[in-house]
């Protein structure tokens, strides 16, 4: 994810982008990334970024290492960028739709 792109929030009454068959998430906005587009969902205990219609075509990660310090520090000084990067996205989709 070269950079983390532009929120299209959902307060700005956008629609998903790609198909998401989960009656237990909630819709959160959708973003364009240097990668393509990613609509974020929260369900129960996880984030989700969905990249595409197919089945296996999203990203997910369980909310409590989304809002864990010490864990986005340790992904993004080992090298592996592109969690880091999702990481920090899901927590910001996380924060910005909640009161």
């Known amino acids: 994810m070269g950079s983390f792109g532009s929120p299209l929030l ?40 969905r990249y595409g219609d197919d089945g296996p075509e999203y990203w997910s990660t369980p909310k409590y290492i989304v809002n864990n310090d010490e864990y986005l520090i340790s992904t993004n000084i080992d090298g592996t960028r592109g969690i880091y990067e999702m990481l920090v996205l899901a927590r910001f989709m996380l924060k910005i739709n909640k009161p």
């Not at 237990?24 to 240097?34: D, Q, V, W």
Request: proline share 2%.
């Open 10 to 49: 959902k307060g700005n009454k956008m629609k998903p982008k790609w198909t998401h068959d989960c009656d237990r998430c909630e819709y959160l906005g959708s973003m364009n990334t240097s990668t393509g587009s990613l609509d974020w969902y929260e369900c129960t205990e996880s984030a989700v970024a």
